[in-house]
């Protein structure tokens, strides 16, 4: 055990402790820790689903004016039916960042480095999410 090794009336064994015990508590991500930095910032959380939703949803509801299909998909064809939901059509009226405006303002207002990754880490969700077309109307 570590204890064991290191002793606690020594300066030089202390500053280690120390140090273990800061980086243990700042690098560890439990369920309360990002609960509360999100509850600590609704509002930068409503941003990152503003910019969630226009970046994904819209790739459902978006389908060329006066599209016509002449390929044999109907998933394809499915999409382009779909309309916006009521959801969608209320967040449309916000005024959504740019993805480096929401990041700045993340920095700007995190009142930590844990908070900051916390939050940094749902703006980089919303942006590779599409990677793995879970929002994509069709399959490639």
Not at 17 to 42: G, Y
């Amino acid at each position: 055990m570590l204890i064991s090794v290191l002793d606690e009336t020594k300066p030089g064994h202390e500053q280690v402790l120390n140090k273990i015990k800061t980086r243990f508590r700042e690098e560890t991500f439990t369920r309360e820790s990002i609960r509360e930095v999100i509850q600590a910032h609704p509002e930068l959380v409503r941003m990152l689903y503003i910019n969630f939703a226009m970046t994904h949803c819209k790739l459902a509801v978006s389908a060329p004016h006066g599209f016509q299909s002449d390929h044999l998909d109907p998933a394809a064809d499915e999409a382009s039916q779909l309309t916006p939901t009521l959801s969608f059509q209320r967040l449309k009226t916000e005024q959504p960042l740019s993805d480096e405006d929401l990041y700045h303002k993340i920095r700007k207002e995190s009142a930590n480095q844990h908070a900051f990754q916390i939050l940094e880490a749902l703006l980089v969700f919303n942006k590779h999410v599409l990677k793995c077309n879970f929002y994509q109307p069709t399959s490639m």
